[in-house]
């Protein structure tokens, strides 16, 4: 069973561009969430997508948008890039089985905005 | 405040101790707790699932809810070093299965 995989590792991007992470979901979900994790802090929600739809969103403005890809991939796009949007960014994968099974993660993409 | 508050830690303990980790809560519809493990430089790790009020034992861990207190525990029995990480509590709602409300994590140190 493949888990969660997240690319790249590692990026850094200038205030005020535009960047794409991706997510490949574990073999047999179809749901995915993407999550931010502030140094310190616990992950915090930005949206969810369940047959290439989004279908529940946190508190981030629209800049943040997302698309899920019929074999259930996952890109996450954050335009004009914020210093504050420094983070780690976290990928989820499950199913969508009126909310029994839990989330499983990646290891996520380490956004550094300088 | 926030709806999942839980002990900021850093806790260190020596090895082969009992480690109690804790979370509360303000939002009575939370039905799912769950509590992930997160090595650094790592995405969360899930260690242990529950569904509403008990306890849930899987080896080393027991998981416990009192949704009456709004008070969920993990304790760790015959901590090991490989335990050092830092330990995140988090909660759902009945449905949608990805937005899930987390903890800001306790940093757990086992000593050799």
């Known amino acids: 069973e493949t888990g969660v995989t997240q690319s790249p590792t590692h990026l850094i991007k200038t205030r005020g561009q535009q960047v794409t992470l991706r997510c490949s979901s574990q073999?047999?979900?179809?749901?995915v969430s993407w999550y931010q994790q502030a140094l310190g802090q616990g992950p915090q929600f930005i949206f969810q997508?369940?047959?290439?739809?989004?279908?529940g969103r946190g508190n981030f403005p629209p800049r943040f948008s997302g698309l899920q890809f019929p074999n259930y991939s996952s890109e996450l796009n954050v335009n004009a890039l914020e210093l504050d949007d420094s983070a780690l960014y976290l990928c989820?994968?499950?199913?969508?089985?009126?909310?029994?099974?839990?989330?499983?993660f990646g290891n996520g993409t380490r956004l550094t905005v300088t | 405040q926030k709806e999942v508050e839980q002990d900021p830690g850093p806790l260190s303990v020596p090895e082969g101790a009992i480690v109690s980790l804790n979370c509360t809560y303000s939002?009575?519809?939370?039905?799912?707790f769950m509590w992930y493990r997160q090595y650094s430089r790592k995405g969360p790790e899930l260690l242990m699932y529950?569904?509403?009020?008990g306890n849930k034992e899987d080896g080393r861990f027991t998981a416990q809810v009192d949704k009456s207190s709004k008070y969920i525990s993990l304790f760790i029995r015959d901590s090991q070093p490989s335990d050092s990480a830092t330990y995140l509590c988090?909660?759902?709602?009945?449905?949608?299965?990805?937005?899930?409300?987390f903890g800001d994590g306790t940093t757990l140190t086992v000593k050799p």
């Open positions: 939002n009575s519809a939370f039905q799912y």
């Open positions: 073999s047999g979900h179809n749901t």
């Open positions: 997508y369940y047959r290439e739809e989004e279908n």
């Open positions: 989820a994968s499950s199913r969508n089985d009126r909310g029994q099974s839990p989330l499983h």
């Open positions: 529950t569904y509403s009020s």
């Open positions: 988090a909660m759902r709602k009945e449905t949608n299965a990805g937005k899930s409300t």
